[in-house]
């Protein structure tokens, strides 16, 4: 990781004085308060949750206020403090099939145990600027607070295909995968491995990845099979007391896409599946790494690779971490005045080298 070298310590710390000002803004307008951040721009937590990989919505809030909004500094900011905790032990997979979901639609099945439930989106507004926003002391609006209701067992879509062998069955694994965040990532990585690299990775790189896919360069258009966002309880073992114990819960977003496979000589025509699965209410996120998941798999699943970005492994997820990106493109800015020196010394003798061969040229 590339951080900032030592410079002249009175101009670091009036740059330092200067941020402080700049992030404060207008004094004469109210000071933003880290609650405020929470509660109103949750979607900019749960990103910087996700890409730093750290559940907890006050520090990720934060993260935000102490970045002036940017949001992959405050994911910086997350993952440095990560680093300082100690790891106190593991705890169980999530169990998805038994989320509290606030939002579950499926693009592949109309109606299905549990129904569609739409849930807080944007995918039905009309995308106009709301001017009422602006207006102090707005509000709420005069509605009655939605009243939770029990909701009916929600199977997973994917289970009606899979029950007439129309998609490809997941095979479960026993194995600990390992963890990325504590041992150097090594290719071919492996599934558990990708997953676990998509599912921090920037949510832009990794929207254009899938894209790139859609658009023909991966041949992959899939039906969203099932999108689900909602709350899971977390568990884990407790030696001590030799069982498991709920220690909270925390808001994911699941994606499962349903996606043609025309077969192969190892298996036959069917539906594959791709999977994303991220912290809090990222539901773009999810459905990118779903498909971006689901080009990775090409050589398991006996397809031809066509040469595309979102098919190579190393190429993806080498490039999907903001935070690497960030630090080796920042460092540019830092001093080079030796490496510069040297390239000008260089470019200064290949053009007097240049022009000897040109005034000989003309004796000749």
């Known amino acids: 990781m590339y951080v900032a070298v030592k ?12 941020l402080a000002e700049e992030r404060r803004g207008d004094v004469a307008v109210p000071d933003l308060t880290v609650d405020q951040i929470r509660e109103q721009m949750a979607l900019a937590v749960h990103r910087v949750m996700a890409e730093g990989s750290l559940y907890d919505p006050d520090l990720a809030a934060l993260a935000i206020k102490q970045a002036r909004g940017d949001l992959i500094e405050a994911i910086f ?19 998805t099939d038994d989320m509290a979901c606030d939002r579950r639609i499926s693009a592949t099945f109309k109606d299905l145990p549990g129904g569609q439930v739409l849930g807080p989106t944007f995918d039905y507004t009309h995308r106009l600027l709301d001017f009422k926003l602006a ?17 009916a067992p929600m199977p997973r879509v994917t289970e009606f295909l899979n029950r007439d062998g129309l998609i490809q069955t997941e095979q479960a694994s026993d194995a600990t995968p390992p963890d990325m965040t ?17 599912s921090r990775g920037d949510e832009g790189f990794l929207l254009g ?6 658009r023909g360069y991966a041949r992959n258009h899939p039906f969203v099979g099932e999108l689900r966002i909602g709350k899971v309880p977390v568990s884990m073992e407790i030696p001590e007391l030799g069982f498991d114990i709920e220690i909270g819960e925390i808001t ?21 599946r791709g999977y994303g699965l991220v912290f809090g209410q990222t539901e773009r996120k999810a459905i990118s790494m779903a498909l971006v998941d689901r080009a990775l798999r090409w050589q398991e699943l006996g397809e031809d690779n066509v040469g595309a970005p979102a098919q190579d492994e190393e190429f993806v997820i080498s490039h999907s971490d903001n935070i690497q990106a960030t630090g080796f493109l920042e460092h540019i800015k830092l001093p ?12 200064r003798r290949m053009r007097l080298a240049a022009g000897a061969d040109e005034v000989k040229e003309a004796a000749e």
């Open 336 to 347: 080079h005045y030796v490496d510069f020196q040297s390239e000008l010394e260089l470019v």
């Open 182 to 198: 504590r041992a150097p990532m090594a290719y071919p990585a492996g599934r558990p491995l990708r997953l676990q690299a998509l």
């Open 209 to 214: 990845m899938a894209y790139s896919s859609q």
């Open 7 to 18: 410079g002249g310590e009175k101009a670091i710390d009036n740059a330092h004085s200067w």
């Open 77 to 95: 900011l997350i993952r440095a403090y990560r680093t300082t905790l100690p790891r106190l032990g593991h705890s169980r997979p999530i169990e």
């Open 135 to 151: 207006a102090e002391g707005e509000a709420l609006a005069d509605t009655a607070p939605i009243a939770p209701v029990d909701q």
């Open 252 to 272: 994911v977003t699941e994606c499962e896409t349903v996606n043609q496979f025309a077969g192969s000589k190892t298996e036959p025509a069917q539906f594959t």
